[in-house]
């Protein structure tokens, strides 16, 4: 039995797929999961709001939500990369 539940996740979300996830970012913008997520976020007042992202990856949503006006953001994320 594994002690703990997130075993391999280094693995999956690798410093390689991390770099070439931001690349993509930066490159076209957030992904469409990302911007309907946003989307229904920004449907309510966050003007002013405190943003805790879990498991948020490059932080896309974050970025996103900040300039739309989100004050403060904490990322929580297993993965070191």
């Not at 410093?15 to 490159?27: D, F, G, I, P, S």
């Not at 002013?48 to 996103?64: P, S």
Request: proline share 1%.
């Amino acid at each position: 039995m594994n002690c703990c539940p997130y075993q391999g996740i280094e693995e999956l979300f690798s410093q390689e797929y991390v770099t070439k996830e931001l690349a993509l970012y930066r490159a076209k913008g957030a992904s469409k999961t990302t911007r309907l997520l946003t989307e229904a976020i920004e449907e309510e007042s966050i003007a002013g709001m405190t943003l805790l992202d879990i498991g948020g990856g490059v932080e896309a949503a974050q970025h996103e939500l900040i300039a739309d006006g989100v004050d403060h953001v904490t990322g929580v994320d297993v993965s070191r990369a």
